[in-house]
């Protein structure tokens, strides 16, 4: 069984069509690259895989079943905006996933929280946004999830903490576990993806393999892509 | 060992040239254990997916080869390196004379340069 | 899961109204106190004024709780934090079910609270006497039944609220204007369906029909007590219906921004 797979996936907002007719598969073990430029329909399609949406027509699958509490379990997602309650210290949103996921290792959280020089015992209201959104990634990679969904994990870092960031995620995610990455950056990752997605105005352009697509276009993916939606 | 890479060329095919460099010049010794894929996909920072498949492919080359239980080795076969030594030293070698050829100098000539420079 | 979600609930709205609490009763207790001093001036203009500060904070208690509970309901079901809530391994229905619970329970400790502090500023002898003066044919049982149907109004408030809420943030643009909406428009058809029940229960019973017809008429006791009665049970029954189609309406999935 896939672990994610979207058949005739569409979405529409007020009979506009923001995603049409997405079909893909993602079996287990790869770092997958969604790329596309801002406004073209990966944050929608992240949210219908995430059921903070419900599609128009078609449908998403997790190992075979719609969105739900089974999905839950399997699927850890850092959405693109900070989402912690900030009346909460960092050991307090540590303790709520600890308590709420089962596959939550609040050791490795602390470790790694201690490695970007987070202190636990802060208030999210105390910390800049891009803090606090280093706090959950690490939330997100302490899970030992199936499915790691990272929308726009490298918005506004610095180099550093890029490539801080990057080592998690490769460090991190278990065997049999499969990443997406969404993202326009994409010369910072391209190196660490097995497959990509090109997505442009709803509709997925190109899929395959990133080191066939070099092969083939003699070129880096992120050449192609700015080929491919020259402005 | 450090690992460069340009997003040019697929990944894979990058990790086995420079894999292979590191064989020959024993970064990775005669017979050695070599770390698993895991380390070594952090060590470049890329997908250990990728890392497999270099690594599967100097394996088909006979330069690493598998311990079931133990994880992976360097050959033990000095003559099989040094074989692909050589082969990487022709490239190489008709590589810089067709460059040398590019500016003006024949064989002989760039020979006797180089003789020059080393002296 | 519901037990764990509820936790996290309580505590966010708690997280206030537990100062204005401890403030009624503060306040109260002061108030009281004072008031068993010598019966001079400054004793007594602390007195009362101890006493109004609590009642002022028992309004505090009941409008912030309310309040809160809508704000927790939108925060974590409806905004940023909605990404978290959502993808955490539970089911719609308990997260609903959670904000239920959390609205039953803060307000029943409000109330308490409230009648607590109260008590305190103002419970005396003489107090129950000018309370019989005032309404002599009152008798307690109207009293507590008066008591039930206020509590029920008010919880009838907070669920229309989520209910409105949850029909509001379904659409994809205007979430908060048209929640207010759909409010009012479902707190204007609950008073219209209790009209039209009462003067269905009048065609029953004639002197809830003078009620109608005689703008002169005034209620017996034995009247208010049965009218009381179907105010009650009618929104017992609006309560549980704003539960359970609220409840559905969540289970069909979220629209969020």
């Not at chain 1, 850092?78 to 909460?88: A, F, I, Q, S, V």
């Not at chain 3, 308490?112 to 309370?131: G, L, Q, R, T």
């Not at chain 3, 109004?153 to 929640?179: C, D, M, P, Q, W």
């Not at chain 3, 006791?221 to 704003?242: E, G, S, T």
């Amino acid at each position: 069984m896939e672990l994610l797979e979207c058949i005739h996936l569409s979405k529409e907002f007020d009979n506009k069509k923001i995603l049409n007719d997405i079909n893909f598969k993602i079996p287990r073990g790869k770092i997958v690259g969604l790329l596309g430029k801002n406004g073209t329909g990966k944050s929608t399609l992240i949210k219908l895989i995430n059921d903070l949406l419900t599609p128009t027509s078609g449908e998403v699958l997790i190992n075979g079943k719609t969105p739900g509490v089974e999905s839950k379990k399997l699927i850890s997602y850092l959405p693109e905006r900070t989402y912690l309650d900030k009346g909460m210290f960092v050991k307090d949103v540590v303790e709520f996933f600890n308590t709420f996921y089962d596959d939550f290792d609040s050791e490795k959280a602390y470790k790694l929280l201690s490695d970007l020089e987070l202190d636990k015992n802060m208030k999210l209201t105390k910390m800049s946004k891009g803090m606090q959104e280093k706090v959950q990634l690490i939330l997100v990679m302490s899970r030992m999830a199936d499915l790691y969904i990272l929308d726009e994990p490298l918005g506004g870092v610095d180099p550093a903490t890029r490539d801080y960031i990057l080592d998690t995620i490769l460090s991190n995610f278990n065997e049999g576990a499969s990443v997406i990455i969404s993202t326009h950056l994409i010369a910072d990752i391209e190196r660490i993806l097995d497959e990509v997605i090109f997505i442009d105005k709803g509709k997925i352009v190109l899929t395959g393999s990133a080191d066939e697509i070099r092969k083939k276009e003699k070129t880096s993916i992120d050449e192609v892509f700015r080929r491919m939606f020259k402005c | 060992m450090k690992f460069n890479f340009d997003n040019e060329r697929p990944i894979y095919i990058q990790l086995v040239e420079q894999l292979r460099i590191g064989i020959l010049t024993s970064e990775f010794g005669v017979g050695e254990k070599i770390p698993s894929v895991r380390e070594l996909a952090m060590l470049a920072k890329v997908n250990p997916n990728t890392m497999q498949k270099a690594l599967a492919e100097l394996e088909e080359e006979k330069l690493i080869y598998t311990e079931r239980t133990n994880g992976k080795f360097v050959t033990k076969d000095v003559k099989l390196i040094k074989k692909i030594r050589d082969n990487l030293a022709k490239e190489k070698a008709n590589e810089f004379f067709s460059s040398m050829k590019k500016i003006g100098m024949d064989e002989n000539e760039t020979i006797d340069y180089l003789r020059e420079l080393i002296k | 899961m519901l037990g764990k979600l509820l936790k996290y609930d309580l505590k966010w709205v708690y997280k206030l109204i537990v100062i204005y609490y401890g403030l009624a009763l503060v306040f109260a207790l002061v108030g009281r106190g004072f008031s068993f001093l010598d019966d001079i001036f400054i004793f007594d203009f602390i007195s009362s004024f101890s006493c109004g500060v609590s009642v002022a904070m028992m309004f505090n208690i009941l409008i912030n709780n309310i309040i809160r509970i809508w704000a927790r309901y939108i925060h974590n079901v409806y905004k940023d934090e909605s990404y978290l809530t959502h993808t955490l391994p539970v089911t719609k229905s308990d997260i609903f079910l959670s904000k239920v619970l959390t609205t039953l329970i803060t307000m029943f400790t409000s109330i308490i609270v409230i009648v607590i502090s109260f008590v305190i500023c103002y419970w005396s002898k003489e107090f129950v006497d000018f309370i019989k003066v005032l309404l002599p044919d009152v008798s307690w049982s109207i009293i507590i039944t008066t008591g039930i149907v206020v509590i029920l109004e008010f919880l009838f408030l907070v669920f229309i609220g989520l209910l409105a809420i949850t029909i509001g943030y379904r659409s994809n643009h205007n979430k908060l204007l048209k929640s207010i909406v759909s409010g009012f428009v479902g707190y204007t058809i609950s008073s219209i369906i209790s009209l039209i029940v009462l003067f269905i229960t009048g065609l029953f019973n004639k002197n809830i029909l003078d009620l109608f017809i005689n703008m002169n008429a005034t209620p017996s006791m034995d009247i208010l007590k049965y009218l009381l009665v179907v105010a009650a049970i009618l929104y017992l029954v609006y309560i549980i219906l704003c539960i359970v189609i609220g409840n559905k309406l969540l289970q069909k999935g979220v629209n969020v921004d």
